[in-house]
């Protein structure tokens, strides 16, 4: 089993900035695709990228101007560098895990994280 911890949300002005991370704990070996989500009440979850085991980091169109994963596999760690903030990224952010799939889709992940708050006014 792997066990994810999403931190660094909070609230932040308009055109700020701010880092997230996700650390995975367990048996952190089993992980292939590690990715970040993110979800406003009433709406479906929204998948913002993905980054597999050899770096290769795949960004959904609308959002990899502003947003970077990064990932450190020697702290077991995924990062999200959220650049410009805008009100419409206010949303709870999760973290997501797999030994294989990198797909855009939350329920395809076998290990996923409780979330952490962004709120952009």
């Known amino acids: 089993q792997v066990q994810l911890v999403e931190s660094g949300g909070e609230s932040v002005q308009a055109g700020g900035s701010l880092r997230l991370s996700c650390v995975a704990s367990?048996?952190?070996?089993?992980?292939?695709?590690m990715g970040w989500f993110r979800q406003v009440p009433g709406l479906e979850r929204e998948g913002i990228g993905s980054?597999?085991?050899?770096?290769?980091?795949t960004y959904a169109d609308s959002l990899k101007a502003r947003f970077t994963i990064s990932r450190d596999n020697t702290k077991s760690t995924l990062y999200l560098q959220m650049n410009n903030l805008k009100p419409e990224d206010t949303a709870m952010y999760y973290c997501?895990?797999?030994?294989?799939?990198?797909?855009?889709?939350?329920?395809?992940?076998?290990?996923r994280g409780q979330g952490t708050q962004v709120t952009v006014s």
């Open positions: 980054t597999d085991s050899d770096g290769i980091t």
């Open positions: 367990g048996a952190t070996q089993d992980i292939g695709c």
């Open positions: 997501a895990a797999d030994p294989r799939t990198c797909m855009f889709n939350w329920n395809a992940y076998n290990y």
